[in-house]
T-cell receptor, first 112, second 115 residues
């Protein structure tokens, strides 16, 4: 069974602080995605990483895919209240096109 | 362009009653997913369709859950009979294809409460 473990599960910080969310697995994934979900809505894709060691930046968000493609991280610089939400990583297993395995999510609360 | 549309948004039923959810994916999207999500947790795949064919239903509790995607477009997910533990948000998603790394677009979900 391929599992994606996210840490921390909950994070409450003040506006302006930096944070990092981790997504780890013992399995290799062909690609990994990060989604953000607000209450009452479905998840929305933030980024897809496919190459080991890849780093992608989206404004204040930096995403990294581990060299072995087993783990990923999301770093937010100078968090804003609008960053509040549930952050989900999702991996596509090798050789199983179309399947997405989600981590359990990290709930981020950014206080003003 | 309209996104993935799900209905109803909310449903409250008594245990042992049947319930059905409906999903209209984005036009042209061949792959359709049904996920179940408990509060504060990540979505868990129930079933994945490629056009009208269910290609992955290994996580679908087949004794009470059923799904169909007639004509490879709209889809319905049914639970009969519902149990208390079925209370969750049921999310439908679609993507252009089932290729790894393809973006999945999610609907707003149906929040089911079984009492």
């Amino acid at each position: 069974t391929q599992l994606l473990k996210q840490s921390p599960q909950f994070l409450s910080i003040q506006e302006g602080e930096n944070l990092t969310v981790y997504c780890n697995s013992s399995s290799v994934f062909s690609s990994l995605q990060w989604y953000r979900q607000e209450p009452g809505e479905g998840p929305v894709l933030l980024v897809t990483v496919v190459t080991g060691g890849e780093v992608k930046k989206l404004k204040r968000l930096t995403f990294q895919f581990g060299d072995a493609r087993k783990d990923s991280s999301l770093h937010i610089t100078a968090a804003q209240t609008g960053d509040t939400g549930l952050y989900l990583c999702a991996g596509a297993p090798l050789g199983n096109t179309g399947k997405l395995i989600f981590g359990q999510g990290t709930t981020l609360q950014v206080k003003p | 362009e309209a996104g993935v549309v799900q209905s109803p948004r909310y449903k409250i039923i008594e245990k042992k009653q049947p319930v059905a959810f409906w999903c209209n994916p984005i036009s042209g999207h061949n792959t359709l997913y049904w996920y179940r999500q408990n509060l504060g947790q990540g979505p868990e795949l129930l079933i994945r369709y490629e056009n009208e064919e269910a290609v992955d239903d290994s996580q679908l509790p087949k004794d009470r859950f059923s799904a169909e995607r007639l004509k490879g477009v709209d889809s319905t997910l049914k639970i009969q009979p519902a149990e208390l533990g079925d209370s969750a948000v049921y999310l439908c998603a679609s993507s252009l294809s089932g290729a790894a790394g393809t973006e999945a677009f999610f609907g707003q979900g149906t929040r089911l409460t079984v009492v």
